[in-house]
């Protein structure tokens, strides 16, 4: 089955800062790559996800770049806030339905 | 538009006991999918389920099954629960079977003793 790994498994940054997090993955067939952000006691929120035929995708303070050929893919945040702080995973999956590989999880601090 | 929802929030049960946890999709998504969550595993799919049938299985011993209804809530059971069943169990629901976007519930903290 699919692989993905995650890293950093902790990032700080100073608010303001970008913050990147970065996944790979091992199945070539993957082609839906979404971002997930989950708060202390909730459920993963979706933020941004890609499509294996888009290299890159923003929205707002958030993009997400994909290198099919390197298989991997990356999150970047730009102008961190203190509510931007939480864990952060990366996700992929097949077109055999939606059934998600994740990542090991991001715990992202800003600094005020 | 409501969220997912998912009952009930907290469980305690013993070992050997089993548990049914149920799962509301968002109006109209006919996709509900379920994970478990624990700090060593991770993020881990159990099954989805689409239309009343299930569409894919995770690498889940045969205690934990589901069920979707013609409504589309979904419930899943886990049966003689062990030590290790204790984990953050999340619902996610999604428009259609895909991949596509998935939205996930508050979960079930479920604690076994």
């Known amino acids: 089955g699919e692989n993905v790994e995650q890293h950093p498994s902790t990032l700080s940054v100073q608010e303001g800062d970008s913050a990147v997090i970065k996944c790979t993955y091992s199945d070539s067939a993957s082609n839906y790559f979404p971002w997930y952000k989950q708060e202390l006691g909730k459920g993963p929120q979706l933020i941004i996800d890609i499509r294996s035929n888009v290299g890159e995708k923003k929205d707002q303070r958030i993009a997400v770049t994909l290198n099919k050929t390197a298989k991997h893919f990356s999150l970047h945040i730009t102008e961190t806030q203190p509510e931007d702080s939480a864990v952060y995973f990366c996700a992929a999956s097949t077109n055999t339905g939606n059934q998600f590989y994740f990542g090991t999880g991001t715990s992202l601090t800003v600094i005020p | 538009k409501a969220g997912v929802t998912q009952t009930p929030r907290y469980l305690i049960k013993t070992r050997g006991q089993q548990v049914t946890l149920s799962c509301s999709p968002i109006?109209?998504?006919?996709?509900v999918s379920w994970y478990q969550q624990t700090p060593g595993q991770g993020l881990q799919f159990l099954f989805e389920?689409?239309?009343?049938?299930?569409?894919n299985k995770g690498n889940f011993p045969g205690r934990f099954s589901g069920r979707q209804f013609s409504n589309s809530r979904s419930e899943m059971n886990v049966s003689t629960l062990e030590l290790g069943d204790s984990a953050l169990y999340l619902c996610?629901?999604?428009?259609?079977?895909?991949?596509?976007?998935?939205?996930f519930g508050p979960g079930t903290r479920l604690t076994v003793t």
């Open positions: 389920y689409f239309s009343e049938t299930q569409r």
């Open positions: 996610a629901s999604s428009l259609r079977s895909g991949p596509y976007e998935q939205y």
């Open positions: 109006s109209g998504h006919r996709s």
